[in-house]
Antibody, heavy 119, light 108 residues
Framework: QVTLRESGPALVKPTQTLTLTCTFS??????????VSWVRQPPGKALEWLGR???????YYNTSLKTRLTISKDTSTNQVVLTMTNMDPVDTATYYC???????????WGLGTLVTVSS | DIQMTQSPSTLSASVGDRVTITCRAS??????LAWYQQKPGKAPKLLIY???SLANGVPSRFSGSGSGTEFTLTISTLQPDDFATYYC??????????FGQGTKVEIK
């Protein structure tokens, strides 16, 4: 059974760095063609893809956010970590991690975690 | 980056209607296109991948088509459970991935 779960702070202050962890089970990020992505959704707005890390360690980021984002993985603990620097109130959103395997799109998602940026 | 534009933004329909949502891309890619359904407070659910392949467990009233820069999601006979917001997404490996802005299907 595949599951993903996001964890991290619910509240961060402007200019701080956000660190979110995606803990998953039921698959291995060492499997060929596997990847884990981060997606966010501001309240009442559309989904926004942030970035991904692939089974072979390849990392790809949203062009407009890439200077602020870092995604890493720990295959031994089945975790993917997102860090986003210089947080701003406009970054207030629900942050999701999601799995993509092979040809399919994101077939499994976490429940999401709401992050509010406020002083 | 590949920009994805969905139309309409909102669609009012009745149970039993045939519904079509369009997604246009700013440039062509090799059908790495997915459709998702999202209900309030929930994570998105994969409906269609590779433009026309039905994801596991998705009812056959959902179908996807298209190629190049224009793609469509069709719901053949709208059911009460289908009132939701739908997103397209391109996941062409050579580019940053992007979502459309969403189409809300509401009760007429």
């Amino acid at each position: 059974q595949v599951t993903l779960r996001e964890s991290g702070p619910a509240l961060v202050k402007p200019t701080q760095t956000l660190t979110l962890t995606c803990t998953f089970s039921g698959f291995s990020l060492s499997t060929t063609a596997m990847c884990v992505s981060w997606v966010r959704q501001p309240p009442g707005k559309a989904l926004e893809w942030l970035g991904r890390i692939d089974w072979d360690g390849g990392k790809y980021y949203n062009t407009s956010l890439k200077t602020r984002l870092t995604i890493s993985k720990d295959t031994s603990t089945n975790q993917v970590v997102l860090t986003m620097t210089n947080m701003d109130p406009v970054d207030t959103a629900t942050y999701y991690c999601a799995r993509k395997y092979g040809l399919r799109g994101f077939d499994y998602w976490g429940l999401g975690t709401l992050v509010t940026v406020s002083s | 980056d590949i920009q994805m534009t969905q139309s309409p933004s909102t669609l009012s329909a009745s149970v039993g209607d045939r519904v079509t949502i369009t997604c246009r891309a700013s440039q062509s890619f090799d059908n790495w296109l997915a459709w998702y359904q999202q209900k309030p407070g929930k994570a998105p659910k994969l409906l269609i991948y590779r433009a026309s392949s039905l994801a596991n467990g998705v009812p056959s009233r959902f179908s996807g088509s298209g190629s190049g820069t224009e793609f469509t999601l069709t719901i053949s006979t709208l059911q009460p459970d289908d009132f939701a917001t739908y997103y397209c997404q391109q996941y062409y490996s050579h580019f940053p991935w992007t979502f459309g802005q969403g189409t809300k299907v509401e009760i007429k």
